[in-house]
């Protein structure tokens, strides 16, 4: 397969769909709120770094979203906005267990692949590594959102913004987006820094995700927004 | 654009996604459990009748999805399986309506077109007319488990398994089927069943759907399981 | 059983815990935040007149709730805040429905007395009649909060601080407080306007909120909050 | 105060309370079901033993709770059945920090008692120890099911009943059990092994819970059912 038949075979179906879609009214801008969080799904080294079934597009890590990521978070912390690292793991990553903690997402994927016990594989990638007072945050299912307290906490902190980052566009970071929508979040997805492991994916859930569940912006246009945006008080 | 170019041109990025999901360990098969509810998702006259800015692809909705759920449903009553009819509408569709119960999904799409007030908007379509004793569930948001009692209510009725149609594949049914797998049920999304509005939008949503989500399987098989798996008593 | 007797023996039981729970560092004021909304909880006839078996303590209703309701409500729609009358109906109130909307709660409680199809069971008391752009929520469960848009909703009107205020205080206000700030909201109790159908309740539960949950506020201190706080704009 | 006298007082308020709550159908037994799960609440150091805000009443603890607990646990391992073990901790639990993962629980009670950092603090009493196939779980919240994967894990396990245990009767025991309700599963409270740190508490949030949240039962009561209830195949 050629990808570059594939991107413009896409292009094309991307701008067909605009025009319907914007012919009734979706596709509109929700804007950036006044108190944002960064949230970053799963960098860490189980997806980031290879050797692993959740191993993604290296290229696109290493060139793209790492460096995009060290820009967010320069900008997140010159101005203390709440940064939450996202990442998963099991304490029964065994399939064989009924009542294992990996519920029945490995019935459809591989999830034994993250040990809770093997913290190497569930750590942050320490390009981007968290500090003391950003929230490490483990989840077991797709959606950061889902069966956590990240909701919960985000309005404790008065969040009304969530600038979304990482892998993989198909379930993770698109459930999580979907979700912190729901949750009565102004979204935004980071276009360069939203990976996936497979050929189209980041494209169409990405042209999705604009369509219909939030703002794809650029590192660029993000990074000013968190810059010149008061944070909490030091 | 030609959509045969399109679909075949996503069929080799499938192609090449499934040659590496393979490897990994993913699209896996879920399987069939031992209690089925059908979760119809916005099969409702805003979505399944033209007119309205969420009218979805009219062919699509009238040769398949209509006569797909009109077996499902005749298997599902035959053993008194749970069905859920699942619709959306507003209190407040007014969009400068401060706290209007759209959220902030009106600042992505046209929310504001299924007005409570108007119940031939959001009715089922009567060509699958709700029993009496089938629930009727009005959500607020993409999911039909995001701001809704459904994850409890099947847990209620015993349901292991849930067999999901309607539309849109890129927003409500996808949602819905991603929150239905971390909310502990075995997950089905039946092919014929699930359409959109836009060229692509099944195809790829299918396809990560099953890759992750989901298996994606045809009415016939959906029905044979129906009709061979003992409901409530009557 | 003299209810003297029940209060000031509860009285005694409260002192004693007050000292163990401040040696400790419980009993916090969580104080009232910047964007409000009032939580009305189940104020609708079935509760708050007679003749159903959810009916409350009558005179509690007509002396205190009822009239602490309208200055509340008064105050509310003077600044435009945020106002959500909650509701409770089932639409298949029949015990013999293995399918029943009720889930299981029936098998404590008589929540078949409420049935969706009689209007005049569900609707929110006349005296605090709510406005056409205030939302009214129906729920199923007890917690306003679970299986319901409420959380997201608030989020997206910007709201950071709940008034609780409603029936009764053993079940269903007490959970949408506890849930409110598990969701991350500040959370307030109305005293006068929280009742119950049984004796000692409403002193017990406001006790351990005021210990642990919510602040415990009196309706003159709640309207002077809302009459001085900008709500949004007309 | 004297105890007695406090004993009394409420067993009269719960006769009399009863006497209404019979004759309008409130009281209900939901009973248990077939497939059972011990949820232990917080039997974690810091509330077992001496020492921390949070210890509860150690004759209770000592003489009750524990060895309550550990009639439950080997019955449940006899038969295969379920065990999560709940406790809480934070990662941030400094007061000043504007985003820690306390939320705004800190402004009512000393949750900074429980620091993340500090194994001694939220591990599972070794009197109870947890085996390595049994769950532990950790939440921010009160109750068990609130930002966690619990509702998902059980019915992915397949489990329709939750035995519930722990501290404290006020908070994170009442609202797990409020919440597993509207979650779906039948519940049971176990009289002996529920404590809290204040006078009256135990008592009258039983009360509360018996009325209309779960059925209070006794150990032996549980026991024999889990001895006799098939678990997972070994």
Not at 37 to 52: H, Q
Not at 159 to 168: A, F
Request: negative net charge; charged residues 25%; hydrophobic residues 40%.
């Amino acid at each position: 397969m050629s990808l570059e038949n594939l991107e413009a075979t896409l292009q094309e179906a991307f701008d067909a769909s605009t025009k319907i879609y914007e012919e009734r009214g979706f596709r509109r801008r929700i804007g950036f709120g006044k108190k944002p969080a960064l949230i970053s799904v799963d960098l860490a080294n189980a997806w980031t770094r290879p050797g692993n079934p959740f191993t993604c597009d290296q290229d696109k890590m290493d060139q793209e979203i790492i460096p995009g990521m060290q820009r967010l978070l320069e900008a997140c912390r010159k101005q203390n906005h709440v940064v939450v690292h996202v990442t998963t793991a099991y304490q029964m990553p065994d399939r064989n267990n009924p009542h294992t903690d990996m519920g029945l997402w490995h019935c459809k994927i591989p999830m034994e692949a993250v040990d809770l016990a093997d913290e190497s594989l569930w750590q942050i990638d320490s390009r981007i590594a968290p500090l003391d007072h950003e929230y490490v945050m483990m989840k077991k299912r797709a959606s950061s959102f889902h069966g956590t307290p990240l909701a919960g906490y985000l309005r404790s902190c008065g969040v009304d913004t969530i600038i979304v980052t990482g892998v993989t566009a198909t379930a993770c970071v698109r459930t999580t987006i979907c979700d912190g929508l729901a949750d009565g979040f102004r979204t935004i997805a980071v276009r360069e820094c939203i990976g996936d492991r497979v050929p189209g994916a980041v494209a169409w859930n990405l042209y999705d995700i604009d369509s219909k569940f939030a703002d794809v912006e650029t590192v660029d246009t993000c990074v000013a927004y968190l810059e010149k945006t008061p944070g909490a008080a030091a």
